[in-house]
T-cell receptor, first 112, second 115 residues
Framework: DGGITQSPKYLFRKEGQNVTLSCEQN?????MYWYRQDPGQGLRLIYY???????QKGDIAEGYSVSREKKESFPLTVTSAQKNPTAFYLC???????????FGEGSRLTVL | AQSVTQPDIHITVSEGASLELRCNYS??????LFWYVQSPGQGLQLLLK??????LVQGIKGFEAEFKRSQSSFNLRKPSVHWSDAAEYFC?????????????FGKGTKLSVKP
């Protein structure tokens, strides 16, 4: 079945450590996105990519980095510069930039 | 600026009762509109979408939504709520510009269902 796979589902990190969240899609979508979700704040866009080797910052990109070396993959690195990284992270993809979003199951990051 | 507003943060209904979740948008032209549902600890699933044509849209799980241009609304409805409908619901519309990617989301409405 086509879809978006995020891993790991749960991740614990010590303060000061970088961590990378994986996002893989087999939907052949050009555009991919990373959102952060905190209780009561809805979805906030971290980064998005419309095409391979290109990506743009969203509203809350500080402390995060991404790469888009392959169409299928859009990993997110949460760096030690992110002051409050504990959150639920959602990856999504779409056929085109104004189209319907398809979401992964999410990754919950907890900083100890 | 474009915006999507969900006025209700939390709604509680009894099982079997009808449901209406509100969504208002602010756009210059008729936008595409979406409703998503999220169960705890899960990703978002598309319930239904409006692109054009018939203003009453049918979705999965017995949900429907009606686009009303005069009220700038796209409210989600279900005639009889089931306990499994307890979840958070998000309304969304395209972002024509800005740094918010392709869709702007409302803050969400959490639905609780009483037995």
């Amino acid at each position: 079945d086509g879809g978006i796979t995020q891993s790991p589902k749960y991740l614990f990190r010590k303060e000061g450590q970088n961590v990378t969240l994986s996002c893989e899609q087999n939907l052949n979508h050009d555009a991919m996105y990373w959102y952060r979700q905190d209780p009561g704040q809805g979805l906030r866009l971290i980064y998005y990519s419309q095409i391979v080797n290109d990506f743009q910052k969203g509203d809350i990109a500080e402390g995060y980095s991404v790469s888009r070396e392959k169409k299928e993959s859009f990993p997110l690195t949460v760096t030690s510069a992110q002051k409050n990284p504990t959150a639920f992270y959602l990856c999504a993809s779409s056929i085109e930039i104004t189209g319907e979003l398809f979401f992964g199951e999410g990754s919950r990051l907890t900083v100890l | 600026a474009q915006s999507v507003t969900q006025p209700d943060i939390h709604i509680t209904v009894s099982e079997g009762a009808s449901l209406e979740l509100r969504c208002n948008y602010s756009y210059g032209a008729t936008p595409y509109l979406f409703w998503y549902v999220q169960s705890p600890g899960q990703g978002l699933q598309l319930l239904l979408k409006y692109f054009s044509g018939d203003t009453l849209v049918q979705g999965i799980k017995g949900f429907e939504a009606e686009f009303k241009r005069s009220q700038s609304s796209f409210n989600l409805r279900k005639p009889s709520v089931h306990w499994s409908d307890a979840a958070e619901y998000f309304c969304a519309a395209p972002n024509y510009g800005g740094s918010q990617g392709n869709l702007i989301f409302g803050k969400g409405t959490k639905l609780s269902v009483k037995p």
